[in-house]
C-alpha cells in the first residue's frame, strides 16, 4: 500500500501544476484551482487510484 501511495503521489506532482495550468488559461486561477483538485478526486474515485487486489481488474 505504500508503494502505491508514493505512486499516486508521483502521478499528483507530476501532473497538477500541468492540469492547472491547462485550466488557468481557460478560466481564472481561482476556479482553475478548484476544478484542478476535482480532477483528481474524481481520479481517486474512479478506481484508477485504488490498489488491485490479486485476480481482480
Do not use: W
Not at 507530476?14 to 478548484?34: C, G, H, T, V, W
Not at 476544478?35 to 478526486?41: I, M
Amino acid at each position: 500500500m505504500e508503494g502505491c501511495d508514493l505512486n499516486l503521489q508521483k502521478i499528483h506532482d507530476i501532473y497538477q501544476p500541468k492540469i492547472f495550468r491547462y485550466l488557468s488559461n481557460l478560466i481564472d486561477d481561482y476556479e482553475a484551482e478548484d476544478l484542478t483538485q476535482e480532477v483528481f478526486e474524481r481520479f481517486m474515485g474512479s478506481g484508477f487510484g485504488a490498489p488491485v487486489k490479486t485476480g481482480e481488474r
